[in-house]
């Protein structure tokens, strides 16, 4: 079996061997798993799952089960939660008993062991710890968890590289988006700064390449989100005056001739708000193969969705950063020197 390439991605040795890795655990898993017709599924809430979300609790337990079948079952009745209906958002307690009605998904092999070398990429990607908390800045092309055709992901990769069992993702960002992603180590950790996203007292800066020239230095751009699903079962979504509220603050960095560099701030949590709204107002991210990728750009191409998690700014620690990647890094040079070519040069007769 060899390994699969994202072809479309440049990227340095080490996260191309970690993405490489990833895939090619994941069509390993597919191809040698079966399915099987499953009975009633029990589950007891105990202190480790406590106040999480009963989607997210079913997404890690019924691995081979796409996200779109979860949320139907949710809707449909068929989980219950102490008997009773409940929606996605639930959130569970201690001592709770959750029926899920019989359904049929993948039974997926064990995954291969980590090995050294992938254990020290992951390990060499972390930016900051302590007692409670992980960031790891994650590269793009990995999926933050399995599941939906991916069977081994960031979290994964990381329990297994670091040994520990008790590891959960606080936050999650797009598999095309690289950059900061917070892992508790505690359950403690994971209440108080999930606690901190919700109440919005952690903030969230993100470095986005866009299509055009954004005329705005800064700007708050307020478009209600809805998501929605294709008929695969895949997620979109689109501005509609009935859906949830969402805010993002623009502020541009740098402008060039068919592009502008831009640091956003989400001060909601939708899925792909930010590259929503900047489809929004004109100017959709450049290598976004979902959002506004029709729209005219003349500029230097990109091979990735041009969208990283660059700063967190949480109460009581300190600021964490992860750097623009050379793949970004490479494609700003590149428009600072179409940018350069273009400008006039000046005579002497010009500059008197």
Not at 31 to 45: C, H, R
Not at 196 to 225: C, F, H, W
Not at 260 to 270: E, K, M, Q
């Amino acid at each position: 079996m060899g390994y699969v390439y994202l072809s479309c991605v440049k990227h340095s040795l080490n996260d191309q061997f970690l993405i490489n890795f990833s895939l090619f655990l994941g069509r390993s898993n597919c191809m040698n798993s079966t399915q099987d017709w499953q009975s009633v599924t029990w589950f007891e809430v105990d202190e480790h799952q406590e106040a999480q979300r009963i989607d997210n609790f079913l997404f890690s337990r019924l691995k081979g089960v796409p996200k779109s079948r979860i949320y139907r079952l949710i809707r449909e009745g068929q989980v219950r939660v102490n008997k009773k209906r409940l929606k996605a958002e639930t959130k569970l307690a201690i001592g709770d008993q959750i029926r899920v009605a019989p359904i049929r998904f993948e039974q997926k092999e064990d995954a291969a062991p980590v090995s050294d070398k992938v254990a020290q990429s992951l390990l060499s990607r972390v930016v900051y710890e302590d007692e409670g908390l992980l960031v790891v800045n994650k590269p793009s092309g990995i999926a933050v968890h399995g599941g939906s055709g991916v069977a081994y992901g960031l979290i994964e990769g990381m329990r297994a590289a670091t040994g520990k069992k008790y590891l959960e993702l606080i936050h999650r960002i797009d598999r095309d988006t690289s950059g900061l992603v917070m892992i508790s180590k505690k359950r403690s950790t994971l209440k108080l700064l999930q606690d901190m996203l919700r109440e919005k007292k952690k903030k969230k800066t993100y470095a986005a390449i866009v299509k055009g020239q954004v005329s705005l230095d800064n700007q708050l751009i307020d478009q209600p989100l809805l998501r929605y699903e294709l008929a695969n079962g895949e997620r979109r979504v689109c501005v509609s005056k009935e859906a949830q509220e969402s805010t993002t603050q623009w502020n541009v960095a740098e402008r060039f001739m068919h592009a502008t560099l831009v640091y956003a701030s989400p001060l909601s949590g939708r899925t792909h708000q930010i590259r929503v709204h900047g489809l929004s107002i004109g100017h959709p991210l450049i290598g976004d193969d979902k959002y506004g990728h029709e729209t005219a750009y003349k500029g230097p191409k990109a091979r990735r969705l041009c969208l990283h998690a660059l700063r967190l700014e949480i109460p009581g620690y300190e600021t964490i950063e992860a750097p623009l990647p050379e793949d970004m890094q490479s494609l700003v040079a590149q428009l600072r020197a179409q940018k350069k070519d273009k400008e006039p040069v000046l005579t002497d007769r010009d500059q008197d």
